[in-house]
């Protein structure tokens, strides 16, 4: 294993582990407006805001490492019928396409997060959030999504060529 590679996976780790922690924090924010809402009638300001926030966050630190373990889900009712190699292409030719797909979400949601952090976007409401931490991690979760596509495609190719 590469050293990029192995950075790569450690990233994608740290990205997992600190999604488990936001959404700890999440749970006890939800805890806590419910119970300032209901019973202390005095709800927690930014709960919603930082609740959005928060899934965002788990989305993007979390979708990689999810790759990286062949956690997503796939609906395998006519290719399971068939070859293993036949298998194999089919998947290098569906990352591909991930990655089409996932290079603009990145493209897109870079120029988005540049654009806020130019402007100084920030929630409207009675405490404005900026808008930059949340909006600069879907760049960055997609693109180690999409170089994790790049190494299954490569394993792939390998499996492929005999290169095991």
């Known amino acids: 294993m590469t050293i990029v590679r192995m950075f790569v996976q450690k990233l994608s780790k740290g990205g997992e582990d600190l999604s488990i922690g936001i959404l700890f924090a999440l749970m006890l924010l939800i805890c806590g407006d419910t119970i300032g809402r209901y019973i202390l009638q005095q709800p927690i300001p930014v709960a919603i805001e930082l609740g959005e926030f928060s899934m965002i966050a788990m989305v993007y630190l979390s979708i990689a490492y999810a790759q990286s373990l062949k956690l997503h889900v796939k609906v395998e009712l006519v290719t399971a019928r068939l070859s293993p190699k036949i298998q194999t292409i089919l998947g290098i030719f569906t990352d591909a396409v991930g990655i089409c797909f996932w290079v603009l979400v ?30 600069i991690l879907v760049p960055i979760g997609s693109s180690l999504l999409c170089i994790q596509l790049l190494y299954d495609i490569s394993d792939k190719v390998k499996k492929i060529l005999g290169h095991d």
């Not at 990145?106 to 959030?129: F, R, S």
């Open 106 to 135: 990145t493209y897109q949601g870079a120029e988005i997060a540049l654009e806020v952090y130019q402007y100084g976007d920030a929630t409207p409401g009675m405490v404005p959030l900026p808008l930059l931490p949340a909006k």
